[in-house]
């Protein structure tokens, strides 16, 4: 972000809004391979000029690997058999199409959760997982304070919990002033202010957004202000007043 602003000579912004994760063209595109509701091949990369597809890594990864990556970033609770599942399938054959998979997952899920389809959360794990959403996010929020101005605003749309964990946990450290350890002979006007604040709490879809759009369901709106740097040491008299 930093790099493609500069490059447009642009040092500071006003405002930074993030819309994570994937786009509905993207969903809606069989092509894509993201969604097993769709007849596709097994993709799932956002950026289709780089990486692994998830066909690719689902044929090499260790099954130990494959669980890790259902598990946390699916948070299934069958991420094991769902695992043992997909090295037994496609040791019989490839799996190289989202129906596969989703077959695959159906099987081996034994509980359903109410209007979920069962591969949703092996879908959404390999997702995050081949297009490294978190740590994308991770390296992402900081420049995107750093870029602001005082008094910009960062908003930030999240569409599960791991990623409004990061949001969170971000606005939540930007918004704590440096802790001094005890007894340091520092005036409090001298400590540095926060560099954000949070606005207001997290914003959800009203009920009339969801019935508009039910893909709206799970997003967090999250905001936070670039704090202006005080001048330290203004408390004492020094400096302009
Ligand atoms: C939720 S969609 C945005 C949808 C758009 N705001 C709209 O309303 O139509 C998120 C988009 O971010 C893109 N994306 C994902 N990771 C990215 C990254 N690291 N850098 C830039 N874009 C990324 C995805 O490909 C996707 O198209």
């Known amino acids: ?4 602003l500069s490059a447009r000579g642009i040092e500071q912004v006003a405002g930074v809004l993030l819309d994570l994760g994937v786009s509905s063209p993207q ?20 950026d289709t000029t780089s990486g692994e597809t998830a066909a690719a890594w689902l044929a090499r990864a260790e099954e130990s690997e494959i669980r890790e990556v259902i598990r946390d970033y699916g948070e299934e609770r069958f991420a094991k058999q769902i695992a043992a599942a997909i090295v ?44 490294q959403e978190l740590e994308e996010l991770e390296v992402t929020l900081p ?9 910009g605003r960062l908003a930030v749309i999240s569409f599960h919990s ?18 001094l350890p005890r007894g340091l002979p520092v005036r409090a006007a001298d400590i540095p202010p926060a560099p954000m604040r949070a606005i207001g709490k997290a914003i ?12 709206s369901r799970s997003a967090v ?21």
Do not use: C
């Not at 972000?1 to 493609?4: Q, S």
């Not at 069989?30 to 993709?43: E, I, K, Q, V, W």
């Not at 069962?118 to 390999?126: D, E, G, K, N, V």
């Not at 791991?162 to 802790?179: C, H, N, P, Y």
């Open 162 to 179: 791991l990623e409004d964990r990061v949001v969170k946990t971000f606005i939540r450290e930007q918004s704590t002033a440096d802790k």
């Open 88 to 131: 037994d399938a496609r040791g019989r054959e490839p799996l190289l199409t989202t129906p596969q998979l989703a077959e695959v997952v159906a099987r081996a899920v034994r509980t359903r959760e109410p209007g979920q389809h069962p591969a949703t959360r092996t879908f959404q794990a390999l997702r995050i997982h081949l297009n």
């Open 143 to 151: 420049q995107a304070a750093a870029l602001l101005e005082p008094g």
């Open 1 to 4: 972000m930093t790099e493609a």
């Open 27 to 46: 969903l809606d595109e069989a092509g894509r391979g993201f969604s097993f509701m769709r007849d596709g091949p097994l993709d799932m990369r956002m």
């Open 221 to 241: 709106l999250r905001v936070a202000e670039k704090n202006s740097p005080s001048p330290v040491g203004e408390g004492r008299g020094e400096g302009p007043r």
């Open 204 to 215: 959800k879809p009203s009920d009339a957004e969801v019935a508009r759009n039910p893909r």
